[in-house]
């Protein structure tokens, strides 16, 4: 089945076809080469104040809240990663990321990388090493325990095997 | 708690002033029971707020000489030995007596037999007071007062009070003095007269006190005991709150601050900046003309502004439906009254004619 085309629009329909959200995000603050976004809080009347992070108010001292709650930036992020903008979004708070991103930069648990496993599992193979060279032994204690003459009838029990030729 | 303490208590004990009076007589009769005969008093105890406790109400004191008016003793005359306060009656040196069983334990010095003749004390009502006046000729003559009045009063050295003058009535000038009582030896442990009467505190002001004015707080804490409510004597932070006029809500900052923000709300574009169209919508299309995942496809159209619910959109369409179906409705309904008008005036025009 050949991939049929789903979409076909140009700029300014696919800015129409953003959600209100996303929208108004972008009409209030305009992405990264028209306006550009600090990655550390700085004073809230800074021309490149993050409505993302807590800023500092020159006169009173008081750090604000974010413009946009932990909530709403979350999910403006998601939305802009399902149309395929989420790199034009400002920085978020602590590097913070999300989906593919978020995972590819977490470090891999221990535990996943070298499971631990039950007690059977870890000692299996030495238990079963054991096993086959005690089997293997297994003629020698026997000889050990009954005599040379038991060595001589395995070793003539060895000769008159028989053999297909 | 133990019922012995109970009927000492005054708090959890019986008191019987709170009694009616019928029940009062229950109790007393029931205590009269329990004494052995010899005690048991000839006279009902009088109520506490009825027993007499000042000489013009008892007439006579110890040591009176009084004349006896009523019994087999009428016209003798005694004086008064002591008065019994619980029944308002007092003792003579020579009255009417009862013949009483003693036991042992209670034998008075000097007694002889279990039985003896006690005296039955009298009231006051039924004696008369005996005076003395000397004649012109310095013989002396007894007189026994058949009324008597209260008029002035002085100070008693040997009573140590005021003492009413006793007065025959009707000869308010005849004047009966009060009989000396038995003088009080002092014990050790009394404290001398004139000590108790020595004045050691001179104060300086009527207005301002000489002791400090922290003395109280100095003496006990103020914690130690809670207050009674209305004697505070500091004020609390409700109080504080109701003295002091009220601040305004918001302060000059607080408002300064409110205008700023709602300046930089203003300043923030209404309308997104062509550039912004262009850079976002170029993305966005090359995005979503690459899309090919129909499920994707669907999210995005249905999260776009211009997305309308399928259901809505039936209901709307219902909505228009209906409305034209009774718009027809109401131009046939026209028509219909129109016509049916147009006969009745017909027909109606016929009748009279």
Redesign the interface.
């Known amino acids: 089945m050949s ?1 049929t ?16 959200k996303l ?1 108004n995000f ?3 603050f ?2 990264a ?2 306006r550009k976004y600090a990655g550390q809080p700085t004073l809230t009347n800074a021309e490149d104040a993050n409505p993302f992070l807590p800023n500092k108010h020159p006169i ?1 001292g008081r750090i604000h809240e974010p413009l946009y709650s932990l909530r709403r930036q979350s999910d403006l992020y998601k ?1 802009a990663y ?4 989420a790199d ?1 979004m400002p920085k978020l708070a602590n590097d913070k990321k999300f989906y593919e991103d978020k995972q590819a930069s977490s470090p891999i648990l221990k535990g996943v990388l070298y499971p631990k496993g039950h007690k059977w599992e870890r000692t299996y193979e030495a238990r079963k090493k054991v096993i086959a060279d005690a089997l293997a032994d297994a003629d020698n204690v026997l000889i050990k325990y009954r005599g040379s003459k038991y060595k001589k009838r395995l070793e003539k029990r060895k000769l008159e095997e028989k053999k297909w030729i | 708690m133990s019922s012995l303490a109970k009927q000492g208590s005054k708090r959890y004990g019986r008191e019987l002033s709170r009694y009616p009076h019928y029940i009062r007589k229950m109790f007393d009769q029931m205590q009269e029971r329990a004494q052995i005969p010899a005690f048991r008093s000839e006279y009902r105890q009088v109520d506490e707020n009825e027993r007499y406790n000042n000489p013009r109400q008892w007439l006579v004191q110890p040591g009176d000489t009084v004349m006896i008016t009523k019994g087999k003793f009428a016209g003798t005359l005694t004086k008064v030995v002591a008065l019994q306060k619980e029944t308002n009656r007092v003792f003579l040196e020579q009255s009417e007596t009862k013949r009483v069983v003693v036991p042992k334990q209670f034998w008075q010095p000097g007694q002889t037999s279990h039985i003896i003749d006690y005296p039955l004390p009298q009231h006051p009502k039924d004696l008369k007071v005996v005076g003395t006046i000397v004649n012109d000729d310095g013989t002396e003559k007894k007189i026994a007062a058949d009324k008597l009045v209260f008029k002035g009063e002085y100070w008693d050295e040997d009573y140590q009070k005021m003492m009413p003058y006793r007065r025959i009535k009707y000869n308010e000038n005849i004047i009966i003095p009060w009989p000396r009582p038995d003088p009080v030896e002092d014990c050790i442990y009394s404290t001398d007269k004139n000590l108790v009467n020595e004045r050691t505190f001179f104060p300086n002001s009527i207005i301002y006190s000489d002791s400090p004015i922290d003395l109280i707080n100095s003496m006990r804490h103020p914690l130690m005991k809670r207050p009674y409510k209305w004697d505070k004597q500091y004020l609390t932070k409700s109080d504080i709150k109701r003295l002091v006029p009220p601040q305004p809500l918001l302060s000059d ?1 607080k408002k300064a ?1 409110i205008l700023e923000r709602q300046q930089i709300k203003e300043n ?6 062509p ?15 690459n ?2 995942d ?1 499920h ?2 669907k ?2 159209n249905k ?4 997305y309308k619910d399928p259901k809505d959109l039936f209901i709307e369409k219902q909505k228009k439906l209906y409305d034209e179906k009774i718009k027809e409705n109401q131009q046939l309904n026209k028509i219909k009254s129109f016509v049916e008008a147009k006969y009745k005036l017909k027909r109606t025009k016929n009748l009279h004619i």
Do not use: C, M, R, Y
């Open positions: 991939a085309k789903l979409f076909n629009v140009n700029s300014a329909e696919a800015f129409a076809k953003l959600p209100v929208q972008f009409t209030k305009p992405p080469p028209i009173t939305l399902k149309f395929g903008i034009l | 900052n601050g923030l574009p209404s309308k997104p900046l550039e912004t169209i262009n850079l976002v919508g170029d993305k966005v299309s090359q995005f979503l003309n899309i090919t129909p994707l496809a999210f995005i999260n776009s502004p211009d």
